[in-house]
T-cell receptor, first 113, second 112 residues
């Protein structure tokens, strides 16, 4: 069964600190993986998109990694800011016909001052 | 502006009434999706459509219905058969099945 598991479920860090969020997936055949940021009460917004051949991709203070062999991805946030407080969702696409996007449950990040 | 628009942002309905949530996109995307989000849970797929006049059930389609008569519109009806309809509903669209999904701002439905 196609699944996306994220850890931790929630995380609290101090402003200025770094953190890493994890995403493990069992989706096959794999097409690509995206990380989304969802502010409370809003729709998710894409942070990064990674295909099978990409290992690392950065978007400002956000760096995503992908290990297609172990089917793992991580999202590293550097020098966290209060505005980083949100839910971060890992989404995997499959090439299989008739399969929609497969969402993880998200990691809720709280950045405190 | 190009984008995907959901309306209304907040919706209140009495128990037993059907209600329709609007989703419109001007991105010329073929695929559209409806998701439900409950507190502390991830997004769960209700229905999706890859082309006009065609749609498929997602993981939690019971109690919901959709139509896709136009490329830019994908309304969701929450029927009285849905046992627990109070939730945050998100609509999304993508150019093709595996390309980036763009989300609307969501509709928070409360049934009293």
């Amino acid at each position: 069964k196609n699944q996306v598991e994220q850890s931790p479920q929630s995380l609290i860090i101090l402003e200025g600190k770094n953190c890493t969020l994890q995403c493990n997936y069992t989706v096959s055949p794999f097409s690509n993986l995206r990380w989304y940021k969802q502010d409370t009460g809003r729709g998710p917004v894409s942070l990064t998109i990674m295909t099978f051949s990409e290992n690392t991709k950065s978007n400002g203070r956000y760096t995503a990694t992908l290990d297609a062999d172990t089917k793992q991805s991580s999202l590293h946030i550097t020098a966290s800011q209060l505005s980083d407080s949100a839910s971060y969702i890992c989404v995997v696409s499959s090439n299989q016909a008739g399969t929609a996007l497969i969402f993880g449950k998200g990691t809720t990040l709280s950045v405190s001052s | 502006d190009g984008g995907i628009t959901q309306s209304p942002k907040y919706l209140f309905r009495k128990e037993g009434q059907n209600v329709t949530l609007s989703c419109e996109q001007n991105l010329n995307h073929d695929a559209m999706y409806w998701y439900r989000q409950d507190p502390g849970q991830g997004l769960r797929l209700i229905y999706y459509s890859q082309i006009v006049n065609d749609f498929q059930k997602g993981d939690i389609a019971e109690g919901y219905s959709v139509s896709r008569e136009k490329k830019e519109s994908f309304p969701l009806t929450v029927t009285s058969a849905q046992k627990n309809p109070t939730a945050f509903y998100l609509c999304a669209s993508s150019a093709q099945r595996n390309t980036e999904a763009f989300f609307g701002q969501g509709t928070r439905l409360t049934v009293v």
